[in-house]
């Protein structure tokens, strides 16, 4: 008859027959990880994992959400977030650790052990339920980052002569990505002293009122840093549209072509220096 499965008959039980659940488990979790990872980088990740599992069974932990077991979740949540960023899939992250249960399997029929461990299966449950959660929420991090990253490389402040920056924008224009146009632009005209700015909307497929509320926000917020603005890339279908929606640009200056628009702040800056005032 099967002993009490207390947590500390448990961790007895994994005690004693530690060889030949970790021997099980090796062999388990590197069939269904196919060479992504070398054998000794699992034995290690393994015995920290059953290191920190048997410490939360002698502190009394039936639960993996128990405080007994916050060292493993630590674990755990490490193991996965490794795991998202070196490319492993959903699957091969959460059996890693379900393969534990090959070897709690042969605990029975195997080492002849006398102590029921189904509370140890329902544990090692939770624990590749919290390894694909951790990992799910892992890969969603990197995720956001990358799309953080790419945003910055979408949206270059280009100088394009002395004086004047231009912003090319390609794709839709969004609040996120007003937000990051305003910092950069804003952060350019300190860098440079520029005093014109020009907005390329040429790689724009559309122009609705809210892209146009977003093109006004940046523009005013380069006029209070004192640099007059340009947005080019109006093309005849923009255009229209633009009308069609009763979209007000007011004193904003609009040209057809970016290099209409160069044109018009060079000459515009060439009025400033012959006025005799600073570029």
């Given at each position: 008859m099967a002993d009490a499965a207390t947590p500390e008959t448990l961790a007895r039980t994994?005690?004693?027959?530690?060889?030949?659940?970790?021997?099980?488990?090796?062999?388990?979790?590197?069939?269904?990880?196919?060479?992504?990872?070398?054998?000794?980088?699992?034995?290690?990740?393994?015995?920290?994992?059953?290191?920190?599992?048997?410490?939360?069974?002698?502190?009394?932990?039936?639960?993996?959400?128990?405080?007994?077991?916050?060292?493993?979740?630590?674990?755990?949540?490490?193991?996965?977030?490794?795991?998202?960023?070196?490319g492993f899939t959903p699957r091969e992250t959460a059996l890693g650790g379900f393969a534990l249960k090959e070897g709690l399997?042969?605990?029975?029929?195997?080492?002849?052990?006398?102590?029921?461990?189904?509370?140890l299966l329902r544990l090692v449950d939770q624990l590749g339920l919290f390894t694909f959660e951790t990992f799910a929420a892992a890969r969603e991090a990197i995720i956001?980052?990358?799309?953080e990253q790419l945003l910055e490389l979408s949206t270059p402040v280009v100088k394009?002569?002395?004086?004047?920056?231009?912003?090319?924008?390609?794709?839709?224009?969004?609040?996120?990505?007003?937000?990051?146009?305003?910092?950069k632009l804003l952060n350019t005209l300190v860098d440079t002293g520029s005093e014109h700015a020009i907005i390329d909307i040429t790689g724009v497929p559309a122009v609705d009122t809210q892209v146009a509320q977003h093109l006004l926000k940046t523009v005013v917020a380069a006029r209070l840093m004192g640099a007059e603005c340009t947005i080019s890339g109006i093309r005849p279908q923009i255009a229209q549209t633009i009308v069609a929606l009763g979209i007000e640009f007011g004193d904003i200056r609009t040209r057809a072509t970016l290099a209409d628009a160069l044109v018009d702040a060079l000459r515009a800056s060439r009025d400033t220096r012959q006025a005799g005032l600073p570029a």
């Open positions: 994994l005690i004693e027959h530690a060889d030949a659940v970790r021997s099980a488990w090796l062999e388990a979790a590197a069939n269904e990880l196919h060479g992504r990872t070398s054998r000794g980088e699992l034995e290690r990740e393994q015995g920290e994992i059953l290191d920190a599992l048997l410490e939360g069974l002698r502190a009394g932990g039936v639960s993996l959400a128990e405080p007994a077991f916050d060292q493993l979740r630590g674990i755990l949540a490490d193991v996965s977030s490794a795991r998202a960023r070196l399997y042969r605990l029975d029929s195997a080492t002849g052990a006398d102590t029921d461990v189904t509370p956001a980052e990358q799309a394009l002569w002395e004086g004047i920056v231009a912003v090319p924008l390609v794709g839709t224009l969004d609040s996120a990505r007003t937000q990051v146009v305003m910092e």
